[in-house]
């Protein structure tokens, strides 16, 4: 049996790819390896890092401990931040890595340490296999200046197959934005990246509410609901509501779109009932609507006379959002009429996990989960706030808790919110490093789709090391110079030469990595060049392989699937297919 400490690395290793690597961790004093203790003594409370000196990395209990004195070939990654005392270090003797830290590493892996991972790679290590499927979030107005060609290399390497882009800042047209998108999109596609416009009614445009304010949401101060960054409508009024459906027809047919993301349709607030002044909707329909059903102006539910109907408009309300979702869902089954390669995403905050959220937002994922199944939609399961500080184990009872209410559970998807947390949390404020990669690792295990909001937000520290982490194979064995994978995704396995899965010599993949479909691979060396031909390919890969001058592909997709060759890429119909490409020129 293991120890903790071991059971905890090899968990380490695990939630990055990394469970192949020979590698030896020392804790403390180890005078075989030159690591002699001092009489000198620190306080450690605040650390820094090589790979992000700026961040503050805080231990939630600190430590006393001696000073310790390494080899001259230890290279130093963390250290006391005031007395630059060393906490973790290593180095490689032959094959092997050598990992120090000067505690264990925690029960978690990463509340002293969050970058081990990014050690263990600075000392040779990298991860066998890695994911192709991850969806992230973007936001243009954080990524003017960056070039697109740029952004959607670093993103593919990353595991990126989707990018759900923040489409209202594209509501209405205008010729340098819109020329901008376009740009991007054909950068993704170039780099077999899909792209679907991300919506978040009853946020339309910064414009489109500047324009109508008549329409606008109010809050139960019966003040406009702004709210945070988002600018409510009223969906509920039938001229307003007539006006974004010709808004959105309009964004759908003026870009080359792969799918599109209805996200966040419900009311506000996370602080719910609590606070009048961010709580909706409060407009005059709802209120007109109310009234007649119960007799009171739900403003009035404020007053402590009138709370004992609140029950009453929660419920009310929490039908009202449901109304309106599967409205707008069918509005969005609708635009499949004319783009029928279409993919439809509905992001939806969790409430069965923290079970207030259907009191304060209106959010019933029980009632609504079901309308998604039937139109085939996937129901991206949005990690709420209140539950950010949670640690990684929290999928996998998120996943358990959603099980009973799907019968299409190939549907489900988890969305993660990589930001800064209001909570006390340690040992860093926004997730990243070891803790970020378990919280990718642990969702991919739990669900068969992974999303990251957003893009801008993870560290470009943690970027090379994301693919690795959301890979989460069933099974990776290597015996020799033969790996032994069962995968649950699409997965790339690092492979330099020529290589025969299961028998068949393997056309897909590029220099370094082979492209393997979900299931059971056996993977070994054979003759001769790699001879890789798809140099990279989005949907669900069932087979591929050469016959003359054509590579023969059949795969299956809910929107286009995406292959690239020599040759370029090309965008194939959505669906399970049999396609044959023309290697010749």
Known sequence: MPSAAEAVLASVLAAAGFGHVEATHLTGEAPDHGITSTAKRVEVRSVTDEFDPNLRILWQKPLTLPVFKLPEKARVF???????????????????????????????GFERYPYLIQALGALGAAPLAEARDLWVFFDSSYRLRADPEFLAKRWRAGGVSALHVAAWHYWEADHQRDQYLRDLIEACHRNAILVYAWIEFPHVSERFWEEHPEWREKTGTLQDAHLDWRKLMNLLNKDCAAAVARGLDELTGRFDWDGLNLGELYFESLEGAASPARFTPFNEDVREAFKRAENVDPVALFDAKNASKLRLFLD?????????????????????????????????????????????????????????????????????????????????????????????????????NIVERYQDVYPTKQQTGMEFLQLVHRAAVAFPRVALYFENSIAGVDWPWLAGAASAPRTLRVTGETVEIEAGRETALRWPGCARVNGQR???????????????????NCEGPA?????????????????????VIEYESKT????RTAKGTTLLPAGRNRVELDLED
Do not use: C
């Open 531 to 551: 001879g890789r031909i798809l140099l990279d390919f989005n949907g669900r890969l069932i087979g591929v392989k050469e016959t003359g001058s054509k590579l």
């Open 506 to 524: 393997w056309p897909a993949g590029d220099e370094s990595r082979i492209l393997l479909p979900e299931g059971r691979s056996v993977v070994e």
């Open 316 to 416: 009310f309300r929490a039908a009202l959002a449901h109304r309106l979702q599967v409205e707008w869902l069918d509005r969005l089954v609708a635009l499949k009429q004319t783009k029928p390669h279409l993919d439809l995403v509905l992001t939806h905050i969790d409430d069965r996990f923290d079970l207030s959220m259907r009191d304060k937002l209106g959010a019933d994922a029980a009632r609504l989960l079901p309308e998604a199944e039937k139109r085939g939609v996937t129901f991206l399961i949005e990690d709420p706030a209140t539950v950010w500080h949670l640690g990684p184990e929290r999928y996998a009872e998120i996943g358990r808790r959603y099980q009973p209410l799907t019968r299409k559970p190939g549907l489900l998807a988890i969305d993660l």
């Open 560 to 563: 286009r699937a995406i292959a």
């Open 78 to 108: 963390t250290r006391e931040r005031w007395t630059g005392a060393p906490l973790a270090a290593g180095w490689r003797e032959q094959d092997r890595i050598l990992l120090w830290t000067a505690t264990t590493l925690g029960e978690e």
